[in-house]
């Protein structure tokens, strides 16, 4: 069984969930002037790659497949570089198609790769880890890594459909698994309590088991969240910055340990601060923030931080690429489910991170 969502706005699409998927609905999405499909794929997911390219063959499709380095050094411009030669030499046309296999690091350069190749081709996401098939796979961004910072050069593309199978899980490591479902719990605390419900109601083994119906089932729900959100704002016009819940501080934890902590486990620790900020308002209630706590410790993600003090993860917020004037933003909940972005004092944070573990 599959659910499919649709994605509406200037560039409308469809994103199917569903287990056990087989290879009928990638063909389905290919219209009648396809020709050619390069399917761009991370290593682990070769097999399945070359028998998708199977499959299209016997449809009667020319197909080729291209691996690339693994995770962000593949994101890189010498990788893209490589694929604009395969797709020169396949003869990828105008009505051709890529499809980006893999995790979040495949579906923002192959869908990069897309965007630039003749201008722009169609685009399929068939994203293989949890984070992909709830954040990066839908909505549109791309990108690529640069030597001055990760993520600075790409452009919204967004894919004609995304395939999300979830028996495509059953390979990845556990602490991938949970990574994506802090962002999950994250779309269930800005506007999806029933994720809450069903995350605190069931054992971990089942929500972080790829043919539980639990974890369909919250997958589901936070997909339909950000196609929600990216339907109303594709472009982060305003809207879409609700989706940064927990990111603020979640960016400054990544660059202040180079990229080594998963990005999820710094979204969770990103969220209990934000609770916290939220709570001095007099916003959340203890009991809000204690549900943060106990949720996403539940998958077993990091509710704390000790590594940097609060002046570095400071210093690095102020000199994000969305920070003007010196005055950070954050994502805070009005209650549960009411997000919105606000202006914070860099003096508001010290409470909030002492809370957290973080040193002065
Ligand atoms: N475009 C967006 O809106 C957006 C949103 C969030 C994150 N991102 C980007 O996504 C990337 C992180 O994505 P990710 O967490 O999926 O990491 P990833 O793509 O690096 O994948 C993690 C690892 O799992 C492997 N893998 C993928 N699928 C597998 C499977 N089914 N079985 C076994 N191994 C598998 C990959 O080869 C890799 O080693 C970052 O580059 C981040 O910047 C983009």
């Not at 805070?332 to 957290?356: C, K, R, Y």
């Amino acid at each position: 069984m599959s659910t499919t969502i649709g994605v509406t706005g200037p560039h409308p699409s469809t994103i199917t969930v569903g287990r056990d998927l087989g290879f009928a609905p990638i063909a389905a999405v290919l219209d009648e002037a396809v020709m050619k499909v390069l399917i761009i794929h991370a290593r682990p997911l070769a097999a399945r790659a070359v028998a998708l390219a199977e499959h299209l063959r016997s449809l009667g499709y020319e197909v080729a497949t291209a691996d690339h380095p693994d995770a962000e050094a593949g994101k890189a411009i010498e990788v893209v570089a490589g694929l604009w030669d395969t797709c020169g030499h396949l003869q990828l046309g105008r009505k051709d198609v890529i499809i980006a296999m893999g995790g979040g690091a495949t579906t923002d350069m192959a869908g990069f790769v897309a965007a630039t190749w003749l201008r722009g081709v169609t685009l399929i996401n068939v994203p293989t880890t949890l984070l992909g098939m709830v954040d990066a796979a839908v909505g549109g961004k791309t990108g690529i890594n640069t030597s001055v910072g990760k993520n600075l050069v790409g452009s919204f593309y967004p894919a004609d459909a995304v395939i999300a199978d979830m028996s495509l899980l059953a390979t990845l490591p556990r602490q991938d698994l949970a990574a994506g479902a802090a962002e999950v719990i994250k779309c269930g605390f800005i506007a999806d309590p029933k994720i809450l419900r069903i995350v605190g109601e069931t054992s971990p083994e089942i929500l972080l088991d790829p043919s539980s119906e639990q974890l369909a089932e919250i997958t589901t729900r936070a997909i339909t969240v950000k196609a929600r959100v990216v339907s109303a704002d594709l472009t982060e016009g305003g809207l879409r910055e609700i989706l940064n819940y927990g990111h603020t501080l979640a960016h400054a934890i990544e660059r202040a340990n180079d990229y080594t902590w998963r990005h999820g486990d710094a979204v969770a620790v990103g969220c209990c601060f934000a609770a916290r900020l939220a709570q001095a308002r007099g916003l959340l209630s203890a009991d809000d923030v204690a549900r943060h706590d106990q949720l996403f410790s539940r998958v077993g993600l990091p509710t704390r931080y000790g590594g940097s003090t609060l002046d570095e993860l400071t210093h690095i917020m102020l000199s994000d690429k969305k920070v003007r004037r010196g005055i950070l933003r954050f994502v805070l909940l009005e209650g549960i489910a009411h997000p919105a972005t606000v202006s914070v004092d860099p003096q508001e944070l010290a409470a909030p991170a002492s809370q957290i573990g973080i040193r002065a």
